[in-house]
T-cell receptor, first 112, second 113 residues
Framework: EADIYQTPRYLVIGTGKKITLECSQT?????MYWYQQDPGMELHLIHY???????EKGDLSSESTVSRIRTEHFPLTLESARPSHTSQYLC???????????FGNGTRLTVT | AQSVTQLGSHVSVSEGALVLLRCNYS??????LFWYVQYPNQGLQLLLK??????LVKGINGFEAEFKKSETSFHLTKPSAHMSDAAEYFC???????????FGKGTMLLVSP
């Protein structure tokens, strides 16, 4: 079973607040990813990282930022939350290029 | 750029019937292909993957998929549906650098008794 953890599971927050979604993995994977998932839509890659001090923007334009100071930790931050940020955010990691992504259980964010 | 098309946002089957979920992809390089399943309020879980070698791959829970290069397809099948198979299924293809995955929109499988 994959060991990748996301907190919080659910978050309701007001417009304009700063929030950080946490993601940690204990598998020693170098590559980590953040996907945004909306009902009936494909998962959209918003950020990824090849390893410590590496961050890349994904296909979907996002107002969020990420950091990768430690291998096991890949937090995502929204400086000023808006209702358009309401979505489910999935964190994932993988080892080698042919290996599958291991997903956390997601954070469901609601911005009021 | 790579892309994934999953035909049918919803597929309904009766318990015991054949399950067939369709996936077509486009890729500029030999693809790595994946099927994932998502149960309510959970992340995605790997069902099976194709990288190289045998084109018929077997996964967990009795699912299998066949890579057909000529048809650019990677359809998911299971001979006999079970109520516990009701979930959303996502097909994914690796990008050109094999560093990220592109996902389809998903197919919700509904299983009736």
């Amino acid at each position: 079973e994959a060991d990748i953890y996301q907190t919080p599971r659910y978050l309701v927050i007001g417009t304009g607040k700063k929030i950080t979604l946490e993601c940690s993995q204990t598998m020693g994977h170098d590559k980590m990813y953040w996907y945004q998932q909306d009902p009936g839509m494909e998962l959209h890659l918003i950020h990824y990282s090849y390893g410590v001090n590496s961050t890349e923007k994904g296909d979907l334009s996002s107002e969020s930022t990420v950091s990768r100071i430690r291998t096991e930790h890949f937090p995502l931050t929204l400086e000023s939350a808006r209702p358009s940020h309401t979505s489910q955010y999935l964190c994932a990691s993988r080892g080698q290029d042919s290996s599958p992504l291991h997903f956390g259980n997601g954070t469901r964010l609601t911005v009021t | 750029a790579q892309s994934v098309t999953q035909l049918g946002s919803h597929v309904s089957v009766s318990e015991g019937a054949l399950v067939l979920l369709r996936c077509n992809y486009s890729s500029s390089v030999p693809p790595y292909l994946f099927w994932y399943v998502q149960y309510p309020n959970q992340g995605l879980q790997l069902l099976l993957k194709y990288t190289t070698g045998a084109t018929l791959v077997k996964g967990i829970n009795g699912f299998e998929a066949e890579f057909k290069k000529s048809e650019t397809s990677f359809h998911l099948t299971k001979p006999s549906a079970h109520m516990s198979d009701a979930a959303e299924y996502f097909c994914a293809v690796s990008d050109q650098g094999y560093s990220t995955l592109t996902f389809g929109k998903g197919t919700m499988l509904l299983v009736s008794p």
